[in-house]
């Protein structure tokens, strides 16, 4: 008869940050993204008004379940030095080396593939013609708050529990799974590309002792993609 495995009290970090973070994911994608919200924000804002509040709705809720959520719970459940490690102070210089060398070939795939169809159907995200400087800025900001929480989330609070008691291997190899599953809704491409981009992301993250550089690296691919995305659709040309 197959024994069952022991659970440790070790494997309880790593366990509570598989789960919440699966489940903090989801909550954020089903409140984020409900119907009911978009109906209610299209009776709002009829046309194409609608697309800047809904993605920023979106974006809040990323903020609220991928940021402050999990830093509340996982500060109850560990010690602060393990906490503040994700946000290690001040940023290792290579730092700034991975996100000038990454982020560069991050740019120049956005202009790539900014004809796309799958590219020009998921960006820009916010598609309200023309764009102006305050939604420029609302658009940057927006992302900023988000993929800093869910950059803390999942190579912060995730990687680095796993990490820490499984080791490298299971870590980056549970992480990078989550992170193209999480990719799935949007298109087959942005799924598989989600491997190879998440592997990278977490060597960087476990490279550098903290998240910082998954984060620029991915803020300057949402700009990027967005901006390039914005040029190829001639009617949202800024006015």
């Known amino acids: 008869m197959v024994q069952f495995p022991v659970f440790h009290s070790e494997d309880i970090v790593p366990v509570v940050a598989i789960a919440s973070s699966v489940l903090l994911y989801l909550l954020y994608w089903f409140i984020g ?28 809720m990323g903020v609220l379940f991928m940021g402050f959520v999990p830093a509340i719970l996982f500060y109850l459940i560990s010690h602060e030095k393990q906490f503040t490690a994700f946000f290690l102070w ?21 202009y790539v ?19 102006h400087i305050q939604i420029g800025i609302l658009n940057f900001v927006s992302w900023f708050g988000f993929l800093l929480s869910y950059e803390f989330l999942f190579r912060g609070i995730l990687f680095f529990s796993v990490y820490e008691t499984w080791g490298f291997w299971p870590s ?7 992170y193209a599953l999480m990719h799935f ?19 960087i993250t476990f490279n550098t002792g903290s998240v910082w550089a998954a984060f620029g690296i991915h803020l300057i691919m949402a700009v990027s993609n967005d901006y ?12």
């Not at 982020?103 to 956005?110: E, K, M, N, P, R």
């Not at 593939?113 to 764009?131: A, D």
């Open 113 to 131: 593939t900014r004809f796309s169809k799958e590219n020009l159907k998921n960006y820009p995200q916010i598609k309200v013609s023309p764009w």
């Open 33 to 60: 993204h409900s119907k009911s919200m978009a109906k209610a924000i299209a009776n709002r804002f009829p046309g194409t008004r609608a697309s800047l509040p809904r993605v920023l709705w979106a974006r809040t």
């Open 90 to 110: 001040p940023i290792q210089n290579g730092t700034f080396i991975w996100i000038a060398v990454v982020g560069t070939v991050v740019i120049l795939a956005s």
């Open 172 to 178: 980056i190899t549970i992480n990078t799974m989550l």
């Open 228 to 239: 390039f995305a914005r040029l190829a659709h001639s009617e949202l040309q800024s006015s």
């Open 185 to 203: 809704p949007k298109s087959r491409r942005e799924t598989l590309g989600a491997l190879p981009f998440g592997f990278i992301l977490c060597y």
